[in-house]
């Protein structure tokens, strides 16, 4: 309990003051002594204000036509426009209302809801080329962010970040053009000038034969230059970990014996002398590399034409040179085992691969949210999808070109599958063709969306198509998810800060860097859905409410819904100057119009009205919603094919008068029946003793003085007080996170 002088001010003539608040967890028994310090007599007046704020709310007003508000207040229930994210977050029936919680760093404050998106979610989608490269176990340190660059730390080679977990990462590579001489390999250990790489492998019809340049191994970051399209090949476009071969000629040679010339197709060769040449060696002959199958005496079976080389007609006696193979190397890749670090995030993880194969590189929908040019598009293997919202999948980049996205419930590839499945299209809807400009897939979660769906590309046809074989992703949809923003009220103790933590229901959760959203946050004190005016007491260390801050109303219902909605400026609340009758102009009613044009700076889009035309064409006006942000005298224009398209001008009227969001300064008095005593004498020199005052919770005690020389104490006591109850929406938990908190 508080007890003793509770306020005491000298304010200046002629203006309304707050002499003294009550905490909203309090009533003051209070006696307010005014004394005139002056010669002259004055007077003043008192006024008892029951709210800090009036916030004039969007939405449709009943007294200008509208419907009635839907918006549900109960007074005593917390509002609040505070926001944290968190994680790893509530489901709905654990973030009950009214629970307090301590973080680590002595931070305090109250749950008033979940913060639940509604409208559509858009996924913006790209085709990428890219690998699933393992990391050394534990290796990873931090968290690697979404389309940042990762570089080599010893080879410099550079890849693209596109998702990933603790043992792996979606890595997006560039191709080596025809061009390129100096390529990154996985090692250059047992490389020597003059050797030929096979970039490829024997069956490959593509493969090309390069050879190593003289001084053309760099060992400090395992970069060759090479001549490129050598042995009569054809230079390739070279992927990400392409296996390729290096070979070093060996001193076992021999020649040509077979009489005539080494005919084309020949599978068997007669040499002079076969010592050495053993099942599966590779030899050169001329430009040609050959596959020794088998040695009979000084015959060879071979298989022809071997890593892109050309299967051609020998003479008789050129040299038949065996090759010694000196090991697999990865080309256009990094360096065996070394570490990788992101170039925004700056973690960091060991390489583990595989150099007796080529690097899988896939194509995969990589999807952001944060919009069509962003950068940071990631590959999600398993994509969430909660109930109520729906989820759009913008396909209008070129890359998506081919790969039209759709659903299956029942089979990764959808129709495409082996088995095949079906494709699903409940709440779906596709629009446009893939790769071009307004092309999407969505889907609309609701109750009845089945639980596991997979997207996958149907770009081709053919039983079953192979081409766009594994592009797509899995998604579970939540019925019951974990939100992760959350509302909070009654804020207090140290600040908070990311990283700081606390425990609700068994469950830690984390505050996420950058996930503090500080706003004004208080209870409802009164609420008048006819003219969508809120009276609010601010909580304790709350700032202002202001033009434009958005925040849940508070409905008492079990498992009730909350709806958003914002204080607003510019909303019109009048109009006149109303366009004059004309004769073309249909008579009718025409309900819940929107402007075709305006004139005006307001949101004209949330502006609505209704339009009535009598039989001489003269229209009567009211509003349905007064939009936002518009001004004085502007004028709104309703185009005549709108008002049954008659042949009349345009209808025009202008903006009367409008709303202030707040409706005045928090110290000033809002309302003439909050007085209580008024223009009272009190002589000069005296003492006037005022008893018997009673300040409940949340409510102002304002003073108005006729003259500057006026001073005011309050004495009294405050002791806690249930007169603000607190009624706060009940939750059942249907996963078990308790009951509500009782009021």
Not at 34 to 41: A, D, E, F, L
Not at 74 to 101: D, V
Not at 409 to 431: I, L, R
Not at 618 to 639: C, H, L, M, R
Request: net charge negative.
């Amino acid at each position: 309990m508080t007890a003793g002088r509770l306020a005491a001010k000298k304010p200046g003539a002629t203006t309304n003051t707050v002499l003294y608040r009550c905490p909203t967890t309090v009533s003051g028994s209070t006696v307010v002594n005014v004394c005139n310090q002056s010669g002259s007599g004055a007077s003043y007046r008192m006024a008892l204000r029951d709210y800090d704020q009036v916030l004039h709310l969007d939405g449709p007003e009943s007294e200008n036509g509208g419907s009635a508000s839907t918006y549900k207040f109960t007074r005593g229930n917390p509002i609040s426009a505070y926001k944290i994210e968190i994680n790893p977050g509530f489901t709905f029936g654990n973030a009950i209302p009214g629970t307090e919680f301590t973080t680590t760093n002595a931070s305090t404050a109250k749950i008033l809801d979940i913060f639940k998106a509604t409208g559509t979610i858009t996924y913006y989608t790209q085709v990428k080329e890219i690998s699933n490269t393992l990391f050394t176990t534990d290796s990873l340190a931090g968290t690697f962010v979404g389309g940042e660059t990762v570089t080599g730390g010893g080879s410099g080679y550079t890849a693209i970040f596109r998702g990933g977990d603790q043992t792996s990462a979606y890595l997006e590579f560039t191709s080596y053009g025809t061009g390129v001489t100096t390529m990154a390999f996985s090692r250059t250990t047992g490389l020597a000038d003059g050797m030929y790489v096979t970039l490829g492998g024997p069956d490959d019809s593509d493969a090309e034969v390069v050879t190593i340049d003289a001084g053309g191994i760099n060992d400090l970051v395992d970069q060759v230059t090479l001549t490129r399209a050598q042995l009569g090949t054809t230079a390739r476009t070279v992927p990400a970990g392409l296996a390729s071969n290096a070979w070093a000629a060996s001193a076992t040679v021999t020649t040509i014996n077979e009489g005539a010339t080494y005919a084309s197709g020949d599978t068997t060769l007669t040499v002079t002398d076969s010592t050495g040449f053993v099942s599966g060696g590779v030899v050169l002959i001329d430009n040609e590399l050959c596959v020794v199958d088998a040695v009979n005496g000084n015959d060879l079976t071979l298989t022809r034409g071997r890593y892109g080389t050309a299967d051609v007609d020998h003479n008789d006696g050129v040299n038949v040179t065996l090759l010694t193979d000196n090991g697999i190397y990865l080309v256009n890749y990094f360096q065996e085992g070394e570490t990788i670090t992101g170039g925004t995030s700056n973690a960091s993880a060991g390489l583990n691969y595989l150099t007796t194969q080529s690097a899988v590189i896939d194509n995969k929908y990589v999807v952001t949210t944060t919009g069509s040019s962003a950068t940071d598009h990631t590959f999600i293997g398993q994509l969430s999808l909660n109930i109520d919202l729906t989820y759009l999948f913008d396909l209008s980049h070129s890359s998506n070109t081919g790969y039209p996205l759709k659903l299956s419930a029942d089979a990764a590839e959808g129709p495409n599958g082996n088995p095949p499945g079906t494709e699903y299209t409940q709440g779906v809807s596709k629009v446009g063709t893939a790769g071009s400009s307004g092309a999407y897939t969505s889907i609309a979660i609701d109750e009845n969306t089945a639980i596991t769906l997979f997207a996958y590309a149907d770009g081709t046809t053919g039983s079953p198509p192979t081409a766009t074989v594994d592009v797509g992703f899995g998604i579970n949809v939540q019925t019951d998810p974990a939100y992760t923003e959350i509302y909070i009220y009654d804020v207090g103790g140290e600040p908070l800060a990311a990283g700081d933590t606390f425990t609700v229901n068994n469950v830690t959760q984390t505050i996420q860097q950058g996930g503090i959203t500080a706003g004004p946050y208080g209870y409802v004190m009164d609420w008048d859905p006819a003219k969508a005016h809120l009276k609010v007491a601010l909580g304790e260390g709350s700032t202002a409410f202001a033009d434009n801050t958005e925040f849940l109303d508070t409905p008492t219902l079990n498992n009730g819904t909350r709806i958003m909605t914002k204080a607003v400026s510019g909303k019109i609340l009048s109009i006149n100057s109303v366009g004059a009758a004309d004769a073309n102009r249909a008579a009718g009613t025409y309900a819940n119009l929107t402007a075709d044009a305006t004139g005006a700076s307001g949101v004209i889009a949330k502006a609505r009205f209704t339009v009535v035309v009598d039989g001489s064409g003269a229209a009567t006006v009211t509003i349905v919603d007064g939009g936002e942000d518009f001004a004085v005298s502007e004028t709104i224009q309703i185009n005549d094919a709108q008002l049954g398209n008659g042949g009349a001008a345009a209808l025009t009227f202008d903006v009367a008068t409008i709303s202030t969001a707040e409706q005045t300064s928090q110290t000033g008095l809002y309302n003439a029946e909050d007085y209580f005593m008024y223009d009272k004498a009190i002589a000069a020199n005296t003492t006037d003793k005022n008893s018997s005052i009673i300040v409940g919770p949340g409510q102002n005690l304002l003073v108005y003085s006729s003259a500057g020389d006026l001073s005011y104490v309050v004495n009294g006591f405050e002791a806690a007080s249930g007169d603000l109850e607190v009624i706060n929406m009940t939750k059942i938990d249907t996963e078990g996170g308790g009951e509500a908190p009782a009021p």
